[in-house]
């Protein structure tokens, strides 16, 4: 079976279980997220993304080394007389060198919390149990993360979804539980963060079995020529990903030590809309990557320029389409959802979305970067603009006192150069196209929001402002997404890229598609 074939045999199954679980998991955050600040409190609250922040480095270095052996494993599946036993087995041993380095960083940061972060003295303790227990969970995942690349090698991304929409639904249902049961309080956050992790891991041990039982553990598998090239790979990815934690995750340490902990709250509840953003570009850039990496394997170029150029305008129009409803309709977001007191906030609604077009658009190149091994480069220059990132957003946020606009400010901007500029005209060099090759299927999702926010100044949007509450909301969102798709799909979308799209779906379903379609 041809990669293309295998692509569009299994797409439409990744891609059924990737918009379920997406759509669970946003849902459960929205109900999620006023519930815990509810609860918790403001300032409680914000200490669980800065458990993530302590640990988020842990589970970048799992995803980087679970980057690199995915690529050689898959190269080494496809290689005629190949041994992934050997990929595997040298990276379960760099897997476990890195937990023992893990361990005494982690006990360090966890005794010297209170000195890295504001933390009110009567949440120290439990601060403490959560972060050990985010800790532990993280570890945990970086010992079973070798297992979990058995599930991405045979592009079975519908397993992935699964296990994700599992532990999304049971986190849910575990805090609900545990807070009826007991007084809410922010360790059981920790608790079932460790449990959850110990549970994936086991299942991720099941479908390495399953999926691959031609990989065995066997120490005397390793060979130590294999470590240096995955290593070297996944160290570059790192420092692209920790230049992306600078990016992403150091806003809210920023507020939280120099402005307060209750504003840290609160800007860690409007995160969770960007998250929603970040999440559905990263679900749509996933789907293409195992077929990526095999066509740089059987070095099919023309191939993966059309999927790239496809993938890239897909995975912008389609974000595009939530930030515009979003950065509409976002007072009366924040009014219903968190409450009056949110209001004012929705400028830091815009600033932190407005620009995820670009930022989250061009995200299918990362999966290029990963298949043509061509990660040096973006690993310094994220790294360095990464540092740059916090500077510009302390000296805004700081230094001139604009305070939680300025720190949103300072990231959108500095993300938005390296992502409107290197990215694309880098995977333009990589495959030895012209510069632009990568921009111009960026500038449909500018045409989306822009249209999206002028029909929202119709009168017939006004209409829905008569009703109120989560009925407002939806009907203005179905208006603007039935316009919306109008729009893409009879004036963005050529002819040729509709049937590169309808030939992705399956049998009887392209069929009805394409009378739709006409």
């Known amino acids: 079976m041809s990669t293309t074939q295998q692509f569009k045999t299994q797409f439409p199954r990744n891609a059924a279980m990737a918009i379920m679980s997406f759509v669970v998991l946003t ?9 815990l600040l509810k609860h918790l409190g403001t300032a409680a609250y914000g200490l669980i993304p800065l458990a993530a922040l302590l ?14 052996v995915r690529r050689f494993l898959i190269i080494e599946m496809q290689r005629p007389g190949g041994n992934p036993n050997i990929i595997f087995n040298s990276a379960l041993l760099l897997y476990l060198l890195l937990i023992v380095v893990q361990v005494p960083l982690f006990a360090i940061a966890i005794f010297k919390i209170n000195t890295i972060f504001s933390i009110p003295a009567e949440l120290l303790f439990d601060a403490q149990l959560l972060f050990s227990c985010s800790a532990a969970s993280f570890l945990i995942s970086l ?3 070798v297992f979990g690349v058995s599930i991405y090698s045979k592009n079975r991304l519908d397993i992935s979804s699964a296990m994700d929409l599992v532990r999304g639904v049971s986190r849910l249902v575990f805090v609900v539980i545990l807070f009826l049961l007991f007084t809410p309080r922010l360790r059981y956050i920790g608790y079932i963060e460790l449990f959850l992790a110990i549970f994936l891991g086991f299942c991720n041990l099941y479908y390495w079995r399953k999926l691959t039982p031609e990989l ?4 005397r598998h390793i060979d130590v020529k294999f470590l240096p090239p995955i290593f070297k790979m996944s160290s570059w990815t790192l420092v692209n990903s920790l230049g992306a934690l600078l990016y ?9 030590k120099f402005i307060s902990s209750a504003a840290a709250g609160q800007y860690a509840a409007i995160l969770v809309i960007s998250n929603f953003i970040r999440q559905l570009g990263w679900m749509i850039s996933q789907q293409f990557g195992p077929t990526v990496i095999i066509h740089c394997a059987k070095e099919e170029w023309d191939a993966l320029r059309r999927l790239l150029q496809m993938s890239i305008k897909i995975t912008a129009i389609i974000i595009a389409v939530p930030i515009g409803i979003i950065c509409a309709t976002a007072p009366e977001l924040l009014k219903v959802w968190l409450g009056e007191d949110f209001i004012s906030l929705a400028p830091i609604v815009w600033l932190t979305i407005v620009h995820l077009f670009i930022n989250v658009g061009v995200s ?4 290029l970067q990963t298949a043509a091994n061509k990660v040096k480069l973006p690993g310094l220059v994220t790294f360095f603009m990464g540092i740059a990132n916090v500077i510009f957003v ?7 006192g604009m305070g939680v ?5 300072g990231g959108a901007i500095v993300l938005t150069l390296k992502n409107a500029i290197f990215t694309p005209l880098y995977g333009a060099r990589i495959l030895k196209l012209p510069e632009t090759a990568f921009m111009k299927p960026l500038v449909s999702s500018f045409l989306v929001i822009a249209f999206i926010l002028v029909i929202n100044q119709m009168p017939v949007a006004k209409w829905f402002g008569m009703i109120s509450g989560y009925a407002s909301l939806a009907a203005t969102a179905v208006y603007i997404l039935i316009a919306a798709a109008v729009f893409v799909w009879f004036v963005l979308i050529s002819k040729q890229e509709k049937n590169l799209f309808l030939d992705m779906l399956p049998g009887k379903m392209a069929v009805y598609a394409r009378k739709f379609a006409g």
Do not use: K
């Open 55 to 68: 640990t988020q480095y842990v589970a970048i270095i799992t995803a980087e080394l679970s980057g690199a």
């Open 248 to 256: 992403l995750r150091t806003d809210i340490w920023i507020i939280n």
């Open 394 to 400: 302390y000296l805004l946020g700081i230094t001139f």
């Open 143 to 145: 010992l079973f993360g």
């Open 27 to 35: 849902l459960s955050a929205v109900w999620l997220t006023p519930y």
């Open 405 to 409: 606009v300025g720190v949103a400010l």
């Open 216 to 219: 065995t553990i066997n120490f």
């Open 364 to 367: 299918p190149l990362f999966n």
